[in-house]
């Protein structure tokens, strides 16, 4: 069964203070991890999709990178608007459908 | 691109009555949908994969009849919450992917969600 565990459940920054969120995943075979950001009372909202073991990807002041076992967001200096809950997923290659496995988020809070 | 329309938005409703959520593609074409499921605090349940043209297939311990899926065209899937129970309440979210055409493994793209409250 395909697992996915997120950490910390919680984090609280002060703006310009960089820091990482933690993805560890247990698939057969990865097809694909996504990260999403979720804002209070909305849905999803997609930010990479990373497939092999030494990928990185940015978008602005956010970075993921990809091991084997588990991925990275990297946040450098974040601002308050980055506030909101980040979501890790994964779709495995045996996956029908493209069905995907969520993580339970790490809610990020970043104080001006 | 990639926008996914869920409306409503927000029901309030009395124990007993159906309701229907909807969830639009608004600019690609949508062979598969997907409904979750999210309590407070907590992440996505994968609630059923729609199709277009065929039945939907439900998550272990979803009920059918309960949550009844319709995917009859590339760019709409509706979920009928029959019979709604204030266990019923939640947060439903519907995503779907734009893979008509694409190279590569497209992402799901999420709507806002429907906030149902049943008195």
């Known amino acids: 069964e395909d697992q996915v565990t997120q950490s910390p459940e919680a984090l609280r920054l002060q703006e310009g203070e960089s820091s990482s969120l933690n993805c560890s995943y247990t698939?057969?075979?990865?097809?694909?991890l996504f990260w999403y950001r979720q804002d209070p009372g909305k849905g999803p909202e997609f930010l990479f999709t990373?497939?092999?073991a030494g990928e990185e990807k940015e978008k602005e002041r956010l970075k993921a990178t990809l091991t084997k076992k588990e991925s990275f967001l990297h946040i450098t200096a974040p601002k308050p608007e980055d506030s909101a809950t980040y979501l890790c997923?994964?779709?495995?290659?045996?996956?029908?459908?493209?069905?995907?496995?969520f993580g339970e988020g790490t809610q990020l809070t970043v104080n001006p | 691109g990639a926008v996914v329309s869920q409306h409503p938005s927000r029901v309030i409703c009395k124990s007993g009555t159906s309701v229907k959520i909807e969830c639009r593609s608004l600019?690609?074409?949508?062979?598969?949908m997907f409904w979750y499921r999210q309590f407070p605090k907590k992440s996505l349940m994968l609630m059923a994969t729609?199709?277009?043209?065929?039945?939907?297939?439900?998550e272990q311990g979803v009920e059918k009849d309960k949550f009844l899926i319709n995917h009859a065209s590339l760019t709409l899937s509706t979920l009928t919450v029959t019979s709604a129970h204030p266990e019923d309440s939640s947060f439903y979210i519907c995503?779907?992917?734009?893979?008509?055409?694409?190279?590569?493994?497209?992402?799901?793209?999420f709507g806002d969600g429907t906030r149902l409250s049943i008195l």
């Open positions: 729609s199709n277009e043209g065929s039945k939907a297939t439900y």
């Open positions: 997923a994964v779709q495995a290659i045996e996956t029908s459908g493209s069905r995907l496995t």
């Open positions: 995503s779907a992917r734009d893979q008509l055409g694409q190279q590569g493994n497209q992402p799901q793209h």
């Open positions: 600019d690609f074409q949508a062979t598969t």
């Open positions: 990373l497939y092999s």
């Open positions: 698939v057969s075979g990865l097809r694909g």
